[in-house]
């Protein structure tokens, strides 16, 4: 990202913008043709995605099982859909009968889902949904801001419409850009909104009175601003996409199976850590995500005051949560850059000194040992 900057309609730019797409078909693992970053945060992935899609009226299905799915519900909600929630105890996930006779009796355009939420840390089986949201005439979105990279996720294989990211998780960058691909299907429901804006129109250009209600998150409009027209729909985020194509590069020279594979050896080895320090695991453990894990906070230990010490003390951050959680459980992430054995062990040495000095009694050496255990020696 330090590289000298380059203007959007530069011949490299738009071969670099090319390369981009062809990199993000294979960390998704997709032959989408519309495969592209949209410039913001992972939210502002999320959020095209959805104004491009919903128009005011549509029925959208929302699965909640953590923060997350709530944040999909309002971004719904603000683009004028009727927004139909299943909500479950957070650490739980649904299984597929459960989601299908929501289908049935809501008959919704889009099924909306979170794949992995990091307030909860697991994640929801999506292997089934993709076929049951077509069964009953929906397309299936998700967000997977916090599994991609980490975990098995299969956009073609699985049948998702529609799924945005985030740099900042496992594919291991700085936050300012979102990944996004979207099939055929929801192309073409994209593309029957499209109306270009007047100022760049020429004659023949599609027109409408309801138009896609966001300018900038207008993918009809995003979508030929990539493709060949190349039109001049905004100014791409160059810096940016030198940052994502770079990290989309390292992950495809490592291979997506190598790095869901890094991240489960490594997140496994937290977990037996954590477990090693007497610390209670959240959640369903058969579905945790493999890049993060959540344990109850001991009674005595300040939530904030421990927070703050371990990074003043040792420059480790780890989170806390949100909603019913908060305050009471710790979320420790081993993800992107960060899922290696010597920050997993370097955490749970540093989170024993802190336990200790808190009054909670522990074993000397008992997380690092158990995690040492995990990786077979």
Request: with cysteine; proline share 4%.
């Amino acid at each position: 990202m330090s590289a000298q900057l380059v203007g959007q309609y530069d011949p490299a730019m738009t071969g670099y913008m090319a390369e981009t797409q062809e990199l993000y078909r294979e960390v998704f693992q997709t032959r989408n043709d519309a495969t592209l970053l949209v410039d913001g945060t992972s939210r502002a992935g999320i959020e095209a995605a959805f104004v491009s899609l919903i128009e005011p009226g549509d029925k959208v299905l929302v699965p909640i099982f953590g923060r997350f799915g709530h944040l999909l519900r309002e971004i719904a909600e603000r683009c004028g859909a009727e927004v139909h929630m299943l909500e479950r105890e957070w650490g739980t996930v649904y299984p597929p009968s459960e989601i299908e006779a929501a289908l049935a009796s809501v008959k919704p355009k889009l099924l909306a889902i979170v794949h992995g939420d990091t307030a909860t840390t697991v994640k929801q089986p999506l292997d089934e949904l993709g076929a049951l949201a077509h069964r009953y005439g929906a397309l299936l979105y998700t967000d997977v801001t916090a599994s991609l990279g980490g975990n098995t996720f299969l956009v073609d294989e699985w049948g998702i419409d529609a799924s945005t990211a985030g740099l900042q998780k496992c594919l291991a960058g700085p936050s300012g850009s979102s990944p996004i691909t979207l099939s055929d299907a929801a192309v073409q429901v994209i593309n029957a909104r499209k109306s270009v804006e007047a100022g760049i129109r020429v004659e023949g250009d599609a027109v409408r009175s309801d138009p896609i209600r966001s300018n900038y998150f207008d993918l009809a409009q995003i979508l030929d601003y990539w493709g060949p027209k190349r039109l001049n729909h905004h100014t791409e985020a160059t810096t940016m996409l030198f940052g994502a194509r770079e990290c989309a590069r390292i992950l495809v020279e490592e291979t997506m199976e190598a790095a869901v594979e890094r991240h489960r050896l490594h997140g496994t080895a937290m977990v037996a850590g954590v477990v090693g320090l007497g610390l209670e695991l959240f959640g369903d453990q058969s579905n945790r995500m493999n890049n993060i894990v959540a344990v109850r906070i001991p009674d005595g230990i300040d939530d904030a005051r421990a927070r703050a010490a371990m990074v003043a003390d040792y420059g480790i951050e780890i989170g806390t949560s949100f909603g019913p959680m908060a305050g009471k459980f710790w979320r420790i992430g081993t993800m992107g850059y960060n899922a290696r054995r010597d920050t997993v062990l370097m955490t749970l040495a540093a989170l024993e000194q802190l336990l200790r000095r808190g009054g909670v009694p522990v074993t000397p050496g008992s997380g690092v040992d158990a995690a040492l255990e995990s990786y077979g020696g």
